[in-house]
């Protein structure tokens, strides 16, 4: 019942931005832990942010710190990635997931129960 919906991936240069959004329908959006991952060609899946319901915990990996900003509407039951000055080792599959309760962030793919159909980004010049 609970379904997520990415969009704002697309083709870019090294240093563009972008702005992924997901929006949750089907349940608590605010009860939600949140998680951005990312999964390039024959790779691991990784988590890249994440945020907790209250939005007073944050993660980000060590390779998009000060770079990407993770955020959360409620009112908008939407949650979203601002990815600036974007490199070729961005390019990859982004996923948006959500855990069904927890007061924290969380960083694991199996920490996780919903998830998005994924939308691409590539970072090329």
């Known amino acids: 019942q609970v379904q997520l919906v990415e969009s704002g991936g697309g083709l870019v240069q090294p240093g563009d931005s972008l702005r992924l959004s997901c929006a949750i329908s089907?349940?608590?959006?605010?009860?939600?832990?949140m998680g951005w991952f990312r999964q390039a060609p024959g790779k691991e899946r990784e988590c890249v942010s994440s945020i907790s319901w209250s939005a007073g915990m944050t993660f980000y990996a060590d390779s998009v710190k000060g770079r990407f900003t993770i955020s959360r509407d409620n009112a908008k039951n939407t949650v979203y990635l601002q990815m600036n000055s974007l490199k070729p080792e961005d390019t990859a599959v982004y996923y948006c997931?959500?855990?069904?309760?927890?007061?924290?962030?969380?960083?694991?793919?199996?920490?996780?129960?919903?998830w998005g159909q994924g939308t691409q980004v590539t970072v090329s010049s």
């Open positions: 089907g349940g608590t959006f605010s009860s939600y832990p």
């Open positions: 997931a959500a855990r069904d309760g927890g007061a924290y962030h969380y960083t694991k793919r199996w920490e996780y129960d919903y």
